[in-house]
């Protein structure tokens, strides 16, 4: 491990913009909806651009200081500390494991920081936005029904009918029980406060 390559090639190097950006994305995250947390989930995975994930990966992999794929409040309290030059007391990262750490592991891991790290912005453009919701409208009539998001949230029948009906209410503004595009899209680039 003491290797002059293995040390080398150790050494994440990170242009100060990319780290920026990420960590004010990462502070500012909130998906304070099942299916906002669920699209950003699918967009961050399957349709951000190669440049976006390198970048992403090469934060990760710069807080990640023991290489273990996971984010502890202590890496993110130095890499904060390291890239800012600010120390976040406590609390504030309490408040940013809660809104980013999905699963509740005390962790965040890869998934869930690129996720929360990515620009609100570029999740939310409208190409990326209609591909989202073709996801769900599976089958192409226009609008998301309770199945299609049992089908996909449903993770093998986990997701009963009241939990369902909630996330529609979330969303669907003119109460016909399903979610149009433009339903879709206004919660997507609605600010979470």
């Given at each position: 491990m003491?290797?002059?390559?293995?040390?080398k090639n150790s050494h994440v190097e990170v242009e100060g913009s990319v780290i920026?950006?990420?960590?004010?994305?990462?502070?500012?995250?909130?998906?304070?909806?099942?299916?906002?947390?669920?699209?950003?989930?699918f967009i961050a995975g399957q349709l951000i651009t190669k440049s976006e994930k390198d970048d992403l990966a090469r934060v990760f992999k710069a807080f990640d200081t023991n290489g273990d794929g996971k984010l502890s409040m202590d890496e993110v309290r130095i890499g904060y500390s390291s890239h800012y030059g600010i120390t976040m007391s406590d609390e504030e990262i309490?408040?940013?494991?809660?809104?980013?750490?999905?699963?509740?592991?005390?962790?965040?891991?890869?998934?869930?920081?690129?996720?929360a790290a990515m620009n609100e912005k570029e999740l939310t453009s409208d190409a990326k936005l209609q591909a989202a919701f073709k996801m769900f409208d599976k089958d192409g009539s226009g609008v998301i029904s309770a199945e299609e998001i049992k089908d996909v949230l449903g993770?093998?029948?986990?997701?009963?009918?009241?939990?369902?009906?909630?996330?529609?209410?979330?969303?669907?503004?003119?109460?016909?029980?399903?979610?149009?595009?433009?339903?879709?899209?206004t919660m997507m680039k609605k600010i979470s406060e």
């Open positions: 003491a290797d002059p390559w293995i040390l920026m950006s990420a960590l004010n994305n990462l502070k500012g995250f909130k998906a304070d909806q099942t299916l906002k947390a669920a699209t950003y989930a309490e408040k940013m494991f809660s809104r980013v750490d999905a699963d509740n592991s005390g962790f965040i891991d890869y998934s869930e920081f690129v996720v993770f093998g029948g986990n997701l009963d009918n009241k939990a369902i009906d909630v996330i529609i209410r979330q969303v669907d503004e003119n109460g016909d029980g399903e979610i149009s595009y433009e339903e879709f899209a």
